[in-house]
T-cell receptor, first 117, second 113 residues
Framework: DTEVTQTPKHLVMGMTNKKSLKCEQH?????MYWYKQKAKKPPELMFV???????INESVPSRFSPECPNSSLLNLHLHALQPEDSALYLC????????????????FGPGTRLTVL | GDSVTQMEGPVTLSEEAFLTINCTYT??????LFWYVQYPGEGLQLLLK?????DKGSNKGFEATYRKETTSFHLEKGSVQVSDSAVYFC????????????FGQGTRLTINP
């Protein structure tokens, strides 16, 4: 089973709202990722968690706040977003600890389509 | 740094045509190579992968061979179907480094009946 689930599938929010995106995997993977994908572009890495610890923050604005409550769950808290933050937000997971080295494969969820009004 | 270059799209073919999507890479080490597919309105799905030179990845009739001498990982399918219409991303990760995925720009494929 290589399933990563994400909720909600679609989200519309105003610039003053606070919302959260959720991601879950039950593959025993040790690393989890958040990506942002704009239309007709490849995904851009935002954050990486290894064993519930933040390993990478790719200079993401503080209005995006990640959280990893346990090794199977990953949240992305959203606050005071801008219209240009509208995008598809993808979660992924992989077996190895980030930076551990070795051949690894990332498995992606279906994404959350976010629209900021 | 590492990079991936894909053939520019969009690519439009008729059903049952032969497909090739070119992908070349630049990497200092010996990367693992991947093809991901993204159907309309969906996330990325792993299509196939190869982890060392001369490995052939295959899935759903698609194939790609890791060619170290030409630093290429071209995606091929002998007979495409309308359901293959999607965006295809070539990607690499460096096993010696932090396993960060480096994506190509993506190739949009449309198959007409």
């Amino acid at each position: 089973d290589t399933e990563v689930t994400q909720t909600p599938k679609h989200l519309v929010m105003g610039m003053t709202n606070k919302k959260s995106l959720k991601c879950e995997q039950h593959m025993g993977h040790r690393a989890m990722y958040w990506y942002k994908q704009k239309a007709k572009k490849p995904p851009e890495l935002m954050f990486v968690y290894s064993y519930e610890k933040l390993s990478i923050n790719e200079s993401v604005p503080s209005r995006f706040s990640p959280e990893c409550p346990n090794s199977s769950l990953l949240n992305l808290h959203l606050h005071a977003l801008q219209p240009e933050d509208s995008a598809l937000y993808l979660c992924a997971s992989s077996q190895l600890l980030y930076g551990q080295g070795g051949s690894d494969t990332q498995y992606f969820g279906p994404g959350t389509r976010l629209t900021v009004l | 740094g590492d990079s991936v270059t894909q053939m520019e799209g969009p690519v439009t073919l008729s059903e049952e045509a032969f497909l090739t999507i070119n992908c070349t890479y630049t990497a200092t080490g010996y990367p693992s190579l991947f093809w991901y597919v993204q159907y309309p309105g969906e996330g990325l799905q792993l299509l196939l992968k190869a982890t060392k030179a001369d490995d052939k990845g295959s899935n759903k009739g698609f194939e790609a061979t890791y060619r170290k001498e030409t630093t290429s990982f071209h995606l091929e399918k002998g007979s495409v179907q309308v359901s293959d219409s999607a965006v295809y991303f070539c990607a690499l990760s460096d096993p010696e480094g932090a396993q960060k995925l480096v994506f190509g720009q993506g190739t949009r494929l449309t198959i007409n009946p």
